[in-house]
């Protein structure tokens, strides 16, 4: 696969500026879809395609999804999944703590 994708690409960190987390995610379930790993929970707070959701470690949320439609963002109380850019190495029944970018 090396020669078909040339270098090992080098994983950019992802780190946190804000110090207050706008949101709480309750983490219900966790798939990997397509090498994505994709949260599936509640949120309290607001959750914006953009923002860094802190784990064990810290991934960026590309794209949120709720009844199988993209939205522009989650209010407190959705029901919605995250596909996240990175891992979070989060694990069933965690509260994941979002920041802004």
Do not use: C, W
């Amino acid at each position: 696969m090396r020669r078909f994708f040339g270098k090992d690409r080098e994983v950019e960190k992802i780190e946190i500026v804000s110090r207050r987390p706008v949101a709480k995610f309750k983490v219900e379930q966790i798939l990997n879809v397509l090498g994505k790993e994709t949260l599936i929970g509640t949120v309290e707070g607001i959750i914006y395609p953009g923002y860094k959701i802190k784990g064990k470690n810290t991934a960026l949320v590309r794209r949120i999804e709720k009844d199988r439609k993209t939205v522009d963002f989650a209010v407190d109380g959705d029901r919605v999944a995250l596909v996240l850019e990175g891992k979070t190495n989060a694990k069933k029944g965690d509260l994941l703590e979002v920041y802004q970018s």
